[in-house]
């Protein structure tokens, strides 16, 4: 259910108490504002009950640091109290940007101290909040969530040490295996898909796209991704295809097989608009390596979508690829660090996800349903609508 269709119907869990870490300070922020903003239109007959107590506020960002010792060690701390307060604590393990000082040098963050942060910060609770729950976009160590061969199993590890230390709510965004939850089937974990941000921001820029089967298709780089590629090409109505890895598997090269070519299964893409969805653009080279297999077989234009824009390699590759007409549009979310140079791309669509952020903590607050949050199918297909309209 969206905010202007909300009606409260449950008292809230606790005082909203909203936690950003430092490495999502920004995204906090934003999320932060709609909340002020809703809670204070927002009418209702109980608010000046004992129940509704702190329910409207300038702000609901509880400050919390972790300072560091110079030997690199740290210490959670909270500095304000929390005590039955409904806490949402949000981090992004992905943010390089942030250093602190080891033994006089300079060391940038990695997802492990970004993660060592949260328990510290949850630790700095001591009990004491009624409720917590991790907003944690890109999911800590979910690339490693299945076993082959002498294997450690870091996802499921992280996800019981956090329920084990409280926590009762784990938020996520595009996990890559949604089936890590089976790791914690005793407490509330929701994988969040944001599709119809993606839609929503793609027909804000492009205003001259046909959204049917006849002028455009979906594309999945690969087999990992078919359910989330399925879904998307179902709700617009459009076809799909999908690209395998043939791989040679006679030597390693970095740690993995390397990949001999990109395969196509599917209808023709020529002349057609095509969409590439996935989780995240890591390097960026299987992408790529698709975008150009689909040029060569006429495509219009290339969209390319997904939750996670890493750039591990840089984004050289990326400009190259615009300059020479492969790609035209790239959309990635601001659920994780997004350096000032890929903003300022003239190819980059940043998808703005505070306010659905903002919507859930809101939801949950209340103890009320995701349901309709989580299935975005009325709001696109209200959107298209509209667009066609146009």
Same mark, same amino acid.
């Given at each position: 259910?969206?905010?202007? %269709?909300?009606?409260?119907?449950?008292?809230?869990?606790?005082?909203?108490?909203?936690?950003?870490?430092?490495?999502?300070?920004?995204?906090?922020?934003?999320?932060?504002?709609?909340?002020? %903003?809703?809670?204070?239109?927002?009418?209702?007959?109980?608010?000046?009950?004992?129940?509704?107590?702190?329910?409207?506020?300038?702000?609901?960002?509880?400050?919390?640091?972790?300072?560091?010792?110079?030997?690199?060690?740290?210490?959670?701390?909270?500095?304000?109290?929390?005590?039955?307060?409904?806490?949402?604590?949000?981090?992004?393990?992905?943010?390089?940007?942030?250093?602190?000082?080891?033994?006089?040098?300079?060391?940038?963050?990695?997802?492990?101290?970004?993660?060592?942060?949260?328990? /510290?910060?949850?630790?700095?609770?001591?009990?004491?909040?009624? /409720?917590?729950?991790?907003?944690?976009?890109?999911?800590?160590?979910?690339?490693?969530? @299945?076993?082959?061969?002498? %294997?450690?199993?870091?996802? #499921?590890?992280?996800?019981?040490?956090?329920?084990?230390?409280?926590?009762?709510?784990?938020?996520?965004?595009?996990?890559?295996?949604?089936?890590?939850?089976?790791?914690?089937?005793?407490?509330?974990?929701?994988?969040?898909?944001?599709?119809?941000?993606?839609?929503?921001?793609?027909?804000?820029?492009?205003?001259?796209?046909?959204?049917?089967?006849?002028?455009?298709?979906?594309?999945?780089?690969?087999?990992?991704?078919?359910?989330?590629?399925?879904?998307?090409?179902?709700?617009?109505?459009?076809?799909?295809?999908?690209?395998?890895?043939?791989?040679?598997?006679?030597?390693?090269?970095?740690?993995?097989?390397?990949?001999?070519?990109?395969?196509?299964?599917?209808?023709?893409?020529?002349? @057609?608009?095509?969409?590439?969805?996935?989780?995240?653009?890591?390097?960026?080279?299987?992408?790529?390596?698709?975008?150009?297999?689909?040029?060569?077989?006429?495509?219009? @234009?290339?969209?390319?979508?997904?939750?996670?824009?890493?750039?591990?390699?840089?984004? #050289?590759?990326?400009?190259?690829?615009?300059?020479?007409?492969?790609?035209?549009?790239?959309?990635?979310?601001?659920?994780?660090?997004?350096?000032?140079?890929?903003?300022? /791309?003239?190819?980059?669509?940043?998808?703005?996800?505070?306010?659905?952020?903002?919507?859930?903590?809101?939801?949950?607050?209340?103890?009320?349903?995701?349901?309709?949050?989580?299935?975005?199918?009325?709001?696109?297909?209200?959107?298209?609508?509209?667009?066609?309209?146009?």
């Amino acid at each position: 259910m969206i905010y202007e %269709e909300k009606t409260i119907e449950t008292i809230p869990v606790g005082p909203l108490g909203l936690i950003p870490l430092k490495s999502c300070t920004e995204l906090g922020d934003k999320v932060d504002k709609w909340l002020v %903003e809703w809670r204070k239109e927002r009418e209702s007959e109980h608010k000046t009950t004992i129940a509704f107590a702190g329910y409207q506020r300038d702000s609901y960002i509880v400050e919390a640091r972790t300072p560091r010792f110079g030997s690199g060690e740290a210490k959670g701390m909270l500095e304000e109290s929390v005590r039955g307060d409904d806490l949402y604590l949000m981090v992004d393990v992905c943010n390089y940007s942030l250093t602190y000082s080891l033994c006089g040098m300079s060391n940038h963050m990695s997802p492990d101290d970004h993660f060592q942060d949260l328990k /510290r910060v949850i630790a700095a609770a001591a009990g004491k909040a009624r /409720r917590i729950n991790v907003i944690m976009p890109f999911l800590y160590e979910s690339r490693q969530h @299945k076993r082959s061969g002498r %294997e450690s199993l870091d996802c #499921a590890l992280a996800l019981q040490e956090l329920t084990r230390m409280g926590v009762e709510n784990i938020i996520t965004f595009d996990a890559h295996d949604p089936r890590v939850q089976n790791a914690i089937p005793l407490k509330g974990f929701e994988t969040v898909q944001p599709i119809y941000q993606f839609i929503k921001y793609l027909l804000k820029t492009e205003t001259s796209l046909q959204i049917d089967s006849d002028h455009m298709m979906v594309i999945s780089p690969d087999e990992g991704g078919m359910s989330r590629a399925v879904y998307f090409a179902n709700v617009l109505g459009l076809d799909m295809g999908m690209f395998y890895k043939r791989r040679d598997y006679t030597r390693i090269v970095n740690g993995r097989n390397p990949i001999v070519a990109h395969e196509f299964l599917g209808s023709s893409v020529e002349g @057609k608009d095509v969409l590439i969805i996935d989780d995240m653009i890591s390097s960026g080279e299987s992408m790529l390596d698709v975008a150009k297999e689909l040029k060569r077989r006429k495509a219009r @234009k290339v969209f390319v979508c997904a939750t996670f824009g890493l750039f591990t390699n840089g984004l #050289a590759k990326f400009d190259e690829y615009y300059r020479n007409g492969l790609i035209d549009r790239i959309l990635t979310t601001n659920l994780v660090y997004q350096p000032p140079q890929l903003l300022a /791309r003239p190819y980059y669509i940043d998808v703005d996800m505070s306010k659905y952020i903002a919507l859930i903590i809101d939801n949950l607050n209340h103890d009320a349903s995701l349901s309709d949050l989580l299935n975005p199918t009325k709001r696109i297909n209200r959107l298209l609508d509209r667009y066609r309209q146009k």
